[in-house]
């Protein structure tokens, strides 16, 4: 399952819109081994297509070292799809490095619902996860550590 906040979830959806009719893309990034999404890291799609996208390689190289320096990970990978329902493509499929990551896919065309889906891709197999929108991760699915003490 998939528990990010609200205002990333806009943040991405805002994002999509912006750069439609192309696809946007981004990263969410969380604290390692969290599978906490924090950080919204908007990217530039590097193919400029309304089919297909591509991280900028500059730009990537750059977010990898960031992300080295800071001990975090891409807990999200999103982009959106402009004419196609929000589910991972055969390219998208192909290209998936990141096991660990929530693929998430927008879908901005107006007649396609759900728009906003979450998948894990894993050797090639694609299983869709349940997304919760949380307005803050406090008590929401943290775990004990996030409860006061009530001594």
């Known amino acids: 399952m998939l528990v990010i906040r609200k205002d990333l979830v806009d943040e991405i959806v805002a994002h999509a819109r912006r ?19 924090e950080r919204f890291i908007p990217m530039t799609n590097a193919a400029r297509s309304p ?3 591509q991280f900028d390689s500059g730009e990537d190289l ?10 975090e990970e891409r807990v999200v990978i999103y982009h959106s ?6 589910y991972p493509s055969r390219t998208d499929v192909k290209i998936a490095g990141y096991p660990e990551a929530h693929y998430v896919l ?15 891709i894993v050797d090639g ?4 996860e349940p997304v919760d929108v949380v307005e803050s ?7 004990a ?7």
């Open 19 to 37: 750069d439609h009719p192309d696809e946007a893309c981004g990263v969410i990034a969380g604290p390692a081994g969290s599978d906490r999404p």
């Open 62 to 71: 750059r977010l990898h070292r960031e992300l080295e320096s800071r001990d």
């Open 51 to 53: 089919t297909f996208y």
């Open 125 to 128: 197999e694609v299983t869709e």
């Open 106 to 120: 927008v879908a901005t065309n107006p007649a396609i619902e759900p728009k906003f889906r979450s998948f894990r």
């Open 81 to 86: 799809h402009t004419e196609t329902e929000a």
């Open 137 to 143: 991760y406090m008590f929401s699915h943290t775990g």
């Open 145 to 151: 550590d996030d409860v006061p003490d009530c001594r």
